[in-house]
């Protein structure tokens, strides 16, 4: 069983900062695949972020690519988001999920490849 725990949403204003963390339970957390998601009131949940395993290899969704940036920490049981540059639209809950298993060097943007989430942290961005 693989438990994930965020941390790190909050309230920032239009053009502000937040990092967001996410603390993978297990003795191989640092093998894992590991992917940010978000869902804004009345809107499907979308990929925001992915790292592969291993390779560390990253993807985002568009409207996000040169904002955010997803990494692992030196402890590599750790996953960060750091988001930049925040806009009112990136207003919504971020759930870290993993996927401890699979092909090395592939980056998840499909939530149901995911088979273990976190709880959600909401993140709100004002103008």
């Known amino acids: 069983q693989v438990q994930l725990v965020e941390s790190g949403g909050g309230l920032v204003q239009t053009g502000g900062s937040l990092r967001l963390s996410c603390a993978a339970s297990?003795?191989?957390?640092?093998?894992?695949?590991m992917g940010w998601f978000r869902q804004a009131p009345g809107k499907e949940q979308e990929f925001v972020a992915g790292i592969s395993r291993y390779e560390g290899i990253t993807d985002y969704t568009d409207s996000v690519k040169g904002r955010f940036t997803i990494s692992k920490g030196n402890a590599r049981n750790t996953v960060y988001l750091q988001m930049n540059s925040l806009k009112t639209e990136d207003t919504a809950v971020y759930y870290c999920a993993a996927r401890t298993s699979g092909a090395i060097g592939i980056v998840h943007t499909v939530a149901s490849d995911y088979n273990y989430w976190g709880q959600g942290t909401q993140v709100t961005v004002s103008s």
């Open positions: 297990g003795r191989t957390a640092s093998n894992y695949a």
